[in-house]
């Protein structure tokens, strides 16, 4: 059996859950981790090759993974304003990338990452997993047999409060660091993270509810409008962050979408779902996940009453351990997907220009409540 071997780039926090992920696929052969963070991708590494009875190397750099290691895949999971950069001189080597979310800041690296891909003609996912739910298999099916009818209306939000998220980097470790008061925020010490600048304008995360709505609508956005709150926390005064941004977008196929973002108060979590909420209204039909812990995924159809229905994350017909992945059994989609596109030479279902199709919206949305809510334009990658 054809083995793929992978580098992976950032074994952060959050490797541990993807790299068990992607040793759940048969055709994975893991051969090198790197990160800037002290010690941490040697640490990694030892703990690979000790359970899974591997040989990965470990590095300190990109450059030194690259001169060294024999990869056919790459897995970028570091800040994603730099990713785009390593992205595409991983491509021009002939190697297949995943990236994680946002795919680009700026709507140059969004030109960078599809040129890369055309140029090239190498394989390039974004590993964003929401689309993969169950109930958005449920609502793909519903709109594919017409259940919907005409979809004129798509809502979604991603509104993630945590006591205290890793805002900072320490600049001799290079290891994350949560602030516990301002103070900590201009510690010489420290340096502001991505997530710092990334949740100043919320919206820019907002691939996590594009990709498994247009997922459902198809077409893409085509116009775009946001605002938000003041700049600066009402929770906490210290933290510069915009606590909310909405947009209004409206996509090819006649669609309108609303889409908010915030990180920075408060918010309860939504059964199933966690941070996430979604609805998709139709002339036929009309559907939404839990508003609350309290609450049931939903369906209406039109001449008849609300229903309860039991969607949720994982898919039950799926094997345990694709239901017990993180993120309610989503995560080992992305890794699957990207796999057996490169075997089988396929386009992954999350491919380059849908990745752009994501970053873009977003990219422009916060551009437009930087002017006060202006509509723009955005560009077709695909032209």
Aim: charged letters at 25%; one cysteine or more; proline letters at 5%.
């Amino acid at each position: 059996m054809k083995k793929v071997r992978i580098g992976y780039l950032g074994v952060g926090p959050r490797a541990q859950g993807i790299i068990e992920c992607y040793c759940m696929h048969p055709q994975v052969e893991f051969v090198a981790f790197a990160d800037i963070a002290e010690n941490r991708a040697a640490d990694v590494a030892a703990a690979f090759n000790k359970n899974h009875g591997g040989n990965v190397k470990a590095y300190t750099s990109y450059e030194a993974m690259m001169k060294e290691a024999k990869m056919d895949a790459l897995l970028i999971a570091m800040d994603p304003n730099a990713q785009v950069d390593y992205a595409v001189d991983a491509m021009s080597r002939g190697i297949h990338v995943m990236t994680e979310v946002p795919a680009a800041y700026t709507i140059d690296q969004c030109y960078k990452l599809v040129s890369a891909v055309r140029k090239n003609g190498v394989k390039y996912q974004l590993g964003e997993q929401a689309r993969y739910w169950n109930f958005f298999k449920h609502w793909r099916k519903m709109a594919e047999n017409g259940d919907f009818g005409k979809i004129y209306y798509a809502e979604g939000e991603y509104l993630h409060f945590e006591p205290v998220w890793d805002l900072l980097r320490d600049k001799k470790t290079n290891f994350a660091v949560h602030p516990k008061c301002r103070e900590d925020l201009d510690d010489p010490r420290y340096v502001k993270s991505w997530r710092y600048y990334t949740f100043l304008e919320p919206i820019f995360y907002m691939p996590h509810e594009l990709s498994p709505l247009l997922s459902v609508t198809g077409g893409r956005i085509s116009k775009v409008s946001c605002i938000g709150t003041k700049q600066g926390s009402y929770l906490e005064s210290s933290y510069d962050a915009c606590d909310l941004q909405t947009a209004l977008m409206y996509n090819t196929n006649d669609t309108i979408f609303s889409l908010r973002a915030g990180f920075s108060v408060p918010y309860g979590p939504k059964a199933h779902t966690g941070a996430h909420w979604y609805q998709i209204k139709g002339t036929k039909a009309t559907v939404e996940t839990c508003r609350s812990t309290l609450d049931t995924m939903k369906k209406y159809t039109a001449g008849g009453e609300w229903q309860s229905m039991d969607w949720g994350t994982a898919d039950p017909d799926e094997p345990e351990f694709i239901r017990n992945a993180t993120h309610g059994g989503a995560d080992y989609y992305p890794i699957s997907y990207f796999i057996d596109a490169i075997i089988n030479d396929t386009d992954p279902p999350l491919d380059v220009y849908k990745a752009v199709e994501t970053a873009a919206p977003a990219i422009l949305a916060a551009e437009s409540a930087r002017k006060g809510g202006i509509l723009l334009d955005v560009p077709d990658f695909r032209l």
